[in-house]
């Protein structure tokens, strides 16, 4: 009996496994996405390798010349050891942070019928929070350029 038990039990096992776990069809699923990426990754190495590889051979002179800074054909003027001014980074993490958030106003804008009242009455607060941040950070002086 208990060797009967054991065989069924272990047809029971063997035909869940086969129904639950179809190893071709993960790799159907992920095949399409593994392709992309190889072929990505191809392309990539082939950009990479064809300027080495086809392009014209140049002498120490040239390559010197190239690693200087060049500004509208004039010869600059900025030392190594320049440093930019802390209100540059400021003004462009202040730009970023609110160039994003304005992003997040164009699929409500888009669906704004299927979205309903609420999302009306959220994009109003989103958009009252973003002018209160923004008079905060002019009222700061963080816009001003010294």
């Given at each position: 009996?208990?060797?009967s038990?054991?065989a069924?039990?272990n047809?029971?096992?063997?035909?869940?496994?086969?129904?639950?776990?179809?190893?071709?069809?993960?790799?159907?699923?992920?095949?399409?996405?593994?392709?992309?990426?190889?072929?990505?990754?191809?392309?990539?190495?082939?950009?990479?390798?064809?300027?080495?590889?086809?392009?014209?051979?140049?002498?120490?002179?040239?390559?010197?010349?190239?690693?200087?800074?060049?500004?509208?054909?004039?010869?600059?003027?900025?030392?190594?050891?320049?440093?930019?001014?802390?209100?540059f980074?400021?003004?462009?993490m202040?730009?970023?942070?609110?160039?994003?958030?304005?992003?997040?106003?164009?699929?409500?804008a888009?669906?704004?019928?299927?979205?309903?009242?609420?999302?009306l009455?959220?994009?109003?607060?989103f958009?009252?929070?973003?002018?209160?941040?923004?008079?905060?950070?002019?009222?700061?002086?963080?816009?001003?350029?010294?």
């Amino acid at each position: 009996m208990t060797s009967s038990v054991s065989a069924l039990s272990n047809t029971l096992l063997q035909s869940a496994r086969v129904r639950w776990y179809k190893p071709h069809a993960v790799l159907t699923s992920y095949g399409p996405a593994i392709v992309f990426l190889v072929i990505g990754l191809i392309v990539a190495a082939a950009f990479g390798l064809a300027p080495r590889l086809l392009g014209p051979r140049r002498a120490a002179a040239s390559r010197q010349s190239q690693m200087t800074p060049y500004e509208c054909g004039l010869p600059s003027e900025v030392t190594r050891n320049f440093r930019f001014g802390i209100s540059f980074y400021l003004i462009a993490m202040l730009f970023i942070l609110f160039d994003i958030e304005v992003i997040f106003l164009y699929p409500i804008a888009v669906q704004l019928r299927a979205f309903g009242t609420f999302a009306l009455v959220e994009t109003a607060v989103f958009i009252t929070l973003l002018m209160i941040a923004f008079a905060y950070v002019w009222r700061r002086g963080a816009l001003e350029w010294k």
